[in-house]
Nanobody, 124 residues
Framework: QVQLVESGGGLVQPGDSLRLSCTIS????????VGWFRQAPGKEREFVAS????????YFGDFVEGRFSISRDNDETKVSLQMTKLKPEDTAVYFC?????????????????WGKGILVTVSS
């Protein structure tokens, strides 16, 4: 059974940093690209970040503007999203995703496997 379990969400103030983590099981993790999408209230899901199988290539949504980084640990089958300089418009449910397609494809096509999502609220 494939499971993607996110952790690390919560309420933060504008300008703060937050780290999301996701532990993935039931997949051959080192053969999957992994990443993050998000969905803000009343908006469609959008691509946040993805990382290749080896971790050598990363991709980000245009809105990230250098504020986020993504990493993976193939031994612990975990992917993390480090977010800095958070803005109120970053408020959303963040979803961990995985797929065998290349990480560069994530912005154009929804991955096959999704976590349940975790809420990040940026508010003063």
């Amino acid at each position: 059974q494939v499971q993607l379990v996110e952790s690390g969400g919560g309420l933060v103030q504008p300008g703060d940093s937050l780290r999301l983590s996701c532990t993935i099981s039931g997949l051959m993790f080192n053969k999957c690209s992994v990443g993050w999408f998000r969905q803000a209230p009343g908006k469609e899901r959008e691509f946040v970040a993805s990382i290749s199988r080896s971790g050598g290539n990363t991709y980000f949504g245009d809105f990230v503007e250098g504020r986020f980084s993504i990493s993976r640990d193939n031994d612990e089958t975990k992917v993390s999203l480090q977010m800095t300089k958070l803005k109120p418009e970053d408020t959303a449910v963040y979803f961990c995703v995985a797929d065998r397609m290349t990480a560069s494809t994530f912005p154009r096509r929804f991955p096959d496997h999704w976590g349940k999502g975790i809420l990040v609220t940026v508010s003063s």
